[in-house]
């Protein structure tokens, strides 16, 4: 199934009943298709996918239509001269349920066509066999986040725009209450049950929560491994932010090292024709295979096996522009475990990075080549969990949970329960409780009922 990119990071506040629904919907539309027509969903198709028995939602049907025409979806863009529009639309037109038939009936709203019809740039496609399975509306949108951002391998999105997207402004109040239910969920659930997962880094100013940086990964890779991620854009703009075919062809020269290193990665036609391989659809959704293999400029476009390879066998994603260096710091994350990037502090990644660009003869990240930028990631990694970078391997010696064989942190690591992370300090369990062992509830408070 294929979704504009807009319409991805929009706010969406439905149930996962719902975005079933519409996501079946989706999937039936065909790339050549100018117009929207009616259609149906099968209610025992939808349990089929979804795996779900409750036939509760013969009975929820009506109720699943009326919200739908009701509920409205948000959002925002940007004009030329960069202010910001918003902009709310009725995703249906019609919404239709006879009691007895088995199937609801609907028709898209005219004005949804800039996101689901013709799309030429800046989509994302996903296969609807993964989304139907995720079984919390949290899980189902942080899905579509990354999905969208596969071939560029991370996303650092506000906490507030993150609390946006998601439904999320006026619940979990407290931060550590939307890092367990929501952030810690989907991250869990989707490597459980997807395609893709990821990891993530809070990033603080102080004591308080501003950013979450997020780490994208293949399943068939483990995130030890780091993959070299490319800085955003060449003129400061804000990290992010979608990488269309306007910026892409900017103009900006590239530099000696830039070409050389690039000559052999997978871009443009070649990666989405790869992508289209490696996430072809059932025939429900097999629209979404064939939009993509047409696609040159979208921003999933990630090669079957995950990502281009540089250097000494450097795992390189995607360059969201033509004159762009490598983001040593998001590098170094995204070869950390989730254990790790809840222990370690900016500054210490930073200072690990000095180091192994002095170590390593590297002084300038900004012109540095592939190899030379997965050494420096490298001897960083090993430098954060205190090991010999001469004779460590991919993930350092480790395990997936980021402890040595023997179970514990290698001395000299910087992630001993004595680390000055930000996370670390476990700030964000304490914040407004009056008790530094409050837990929670053991459940969702405001999960809504499917």
């Not at 522009?321 to 983001?327: K, V």
Request: charged share 30%; with cysteine; net charge negative.
């Amino acid at each position: 199934m294929v979704k504009a990119n807009q319409l991805i990071r929009g706010r969406i506040n439905w149930t996962k009943l719902e975005h079933r629904v519409v996501a079946m919907l989706v999937a039936q539309l065909k790339k050549e298709d100018e117009s929207f027509e009616m259609q149906r969903v099968h209610i025992s198709d939808l349990m089929d996918m979804a795996q779900v028995s409750s036939r509760d939602i013969y009975d929820r049907a009506e109720e699943v239509c009326r919200k739908l025409l009701n509920q409205k979806v948000h959002v925002r863009t940007s004009t030329d001269d960069g202010r910001r529009v918003y902009q709310g639309y009725n995703c249906l037109s019609t919404c239709r349920y006879v009691e007895g038939s088995g199937y609801i009936e609907a028709k898209f709203n005219d004005d949804m066509k800039p996101f689901l019809l013709q799309l030429k740039r800046q989509f994302t496609m996903y296969r609807l066999q993964n989304f139907m399975r995720l079984s919390s509306q949290h899980s189902m949108r942080m899905y579509e986040l990354i999905k969208m951002r596969e071939g560029l391998r991370h996303l650092c999105l506000s906490v507030e725009e993150l609390r946006e997207v998601l439904c999320c402004e006026h619940t979990y109040d407290r931060f550590s209450d939307f890092k367990r239910y929501v952030l810690e969920r989907a991250r869990t659930e989707i490597a459980d049950t997807c395609d893709i997962y990821f990891t993530y880094k809070v990033e603080r100013d102080g004591r308080t929560p501003v950013r979450v940086r997020l780490l994208i990964h293949q399943p068939d890779a483990p995130c030890t491994d780091p993959v070299l991620i490319w800085r955003e854009g060449p003129t400061g703009e804000r990290e992010g932010t979608e990488a269309g075919t306007e910026t892409e062809t900017s103009g900006r020269p590239q530099s000696r090292a830039r070409r050389s290193e690039t000559k052999g990665c997978e871009t443009g036609e070649d990666a989405a024709s790869t992508d289209a391989a490696s996430t072809e659809a059932t025939s429900a959704d097999a629209t979404g295979a064939d939009a993509t293999s047409e696609n040159a400029t979208s921003e999933n476009e990630a090669d079957e096996d995950g990502a281009p390879t540089g250097g000494d066998g450097a795992a390189v994603a995607e360059a969201p522009f033509s004159s762009s260096s490598f983001d040593l710091y998001s590098t170094v994350l995204s070869g950390l475990t989730q254990e790790e990037l809840s222990q370690v502090s900016r500054t210490t990644v930073e200072g690990a990075i000095s180091a192994a660009q002095e170590t390593e003869g590297v002084p300038w990240p900004e012109s540095a080549t592939a190899a030379e930028a997965w050494a420096v990631a490298r001897s960083a990694l090993a430098e954060l969990r205190g090991e010999d970078s001469e004779g460590q391997g991919s993930s350092g010696g480790q395990k997936s949970d980021g402890t040595s064989e023997c179970g514990e942190s290698p001395e000299g690591s910087s992630f001993s329960e004595d680390s000055p992370g930000e996370d670390a300090l476990r700030e964000e369990e304490s914040l407004g409780n009056d008790s530094p062992e409050y837990s929670g509830p053991s459940y969702d408070p405001t999960e809504k009922i499917t």
